[in-house]
């Protein structure tokens, strides 16, 4: 008789932030979803369409913002939608309050 392992681990959704390609839980980050009406942020997690998803951080959207956001969207941003996230953006933290900043350490993108 084999001894089943307790893993009763609770699986925890993940999500890849598209700035910093980071994978943590989904909860944590923020959903950015291409619907019928175009790009918005979609805060509840449930909209449909193509999502894309950031961490409530500054630092991720401008990267994202560069062009990996439009890449995960398939799509190209309008000057009114790229309006809009730039305005939301501009409401998150500057960074997660660390005392000294992550450097750029060690990307591994060719
Ligand atoms: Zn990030």
Not at 21 to 35: D, M, N, P, Y
Not at 48 to 54: C, E, H, K
Not at 96 to 101: I, Q
């Amino acid at each position: 008789m084999s001894q089943k392992k307790a893993a009763s681990t609770k699986h925890v959704p993940t999500r890849t932030c598209v700035g910093c390609r980071e994978t943590i839980a989904k909860r944590s980050l923020i959903r950015i979803v291409r619907g019928p009406d175009g790009i918005r942020v979609d805060p509840s997690g449930k909209a449909s369409g193509r999502g894309a998803y950031l961490h409530q951080r500054r630092e991720c959207w401008e990267n994202a913002l560069r062009g990996p956001l439009e890449q995960a969207l398939k799509t190209d941003l309008t000057p009114d939608e790229r309006d809009m996230l730039v305005r939301h953006m501009n409401q998150l933290p500057p960074d997660d309050g660390k005392p000294s900043g992550s450097p750029h350490s060690a990307g591994g993108i060719a």
